[in-house]
């Protein structure tokens, strides 16, 4: 079946250091590819999204690029913050760009930065 | 506005208590799903309605688990006899795009 596997935590980085959380995933078909965040304290939330091969998804200065040749969506950040501290979870949905299906989530990765 | 209500929000229960989770989406959706999060790892996916229909259910969803969407609106998720494995953060989350929107979710903790 479809899986997510993403680099393990936790990882711990200074303020303006450059950040790189691997994910690779298994689907057959097309996924479209997720990450979400968990900030400490609060609810799951999206991130940032990409529907289809080549896309890059971006969001409050994260970026991430859809590669069906390697299977990644890398998730990049070029300077980190204290305020990034959380938990995030790459993922993907099995249904394709037309419909909402379920989500697969990988384990989680968590982000400690220090000031 | 797309948003999620979960109540409760915490729940402490004894092992072999009954216990009901209940899930409210702000507008109507066709589409709602059940996820349960254990400690260090991501969500994974229990079930989901079609309005009152449920569709699909994993193998994690065991016969003590039951989920139910009477009118199509809210729905609620329950466990009888619960046990300490039990013990998770059980999310709710309605389509929104190709995503999902997820509520706060509902602590559970089995003693």
């Known amino acids: 079946g479809d899986s997510v596997t993403q680099m393990e935590g936790p990882v711990t980085l200074s303020e303006e250091a450059f950040l790189t959380i691997n994910c690779t995933y298994t689907?057959?078909?097309?996924?479209?590819l997720f990450w979400y965040v968990q900030y400490p304290g609060e609810g799951l939330q999206l991130l940032l999204k990409?529907?289809?091969?080549?896309d890059k998804g971006s969001n409050k200065g994260f970026e991430a690029t859809y590669r069906k040749e390697t299977t990644s969506f890398h998730l990049e950040k070029g300077s980190v913050q204290v305020s990034d501290s959380a938990v995030y979870f790459c993922?993907?949905?099995?249904?394709?760009?037309?419909?909402?299906?379920?989500?697969?989530f990988g384990s989680g990765t968590r982000l400690s930065i220090r000031p | 506005d797309t948003g999620v209500s979960q109540n409760p929000r915490h729940k402490i229960t004894k092992r072999g208590q009954n216990v009901t989770f209940r899930c409210d989406p702000i507008?109507?959706?066709?589409?709602l799903y059940w996820y349960r999060q254990t400690l260090g790892q991501g969500p994974e996916f229990l079930t989901y309605?079609?309005?009152?229909?449920?569709?699909?259910k994993s193998r994690l969803l065991s016969d003590r688990f039951s989920a139910e969407r009477p009118k199509g609106s809210f729905s609620t998720l329950e466990i009888q006899r619960t046990e300490q494995g039990d013990s998770a953060m059980y999310l709710c989350?309605?389509?929104?795009?190709?995503?999902?929107?997820f509520g706060q979710g509902t602590r559970l903790t089995v003693v």
């Open positions: 309605f079609q309005n009152e229909a449920q569709l699909e």
């Open positions: 507008s109507e959706h066709n589409r």
């Open positions: 990409a529907t289809k091969a080549d």
């Open positions: 989350a309605i389509p929104r795009g190709v995503e999902a929107f």
């Open positions: 689907a057959t078909g097309y996924p479209s």
């Open positions: 993922a993907l949905s099995d249904g394709g760009y037309s419909s909402a299906s379920k989500i697969i």
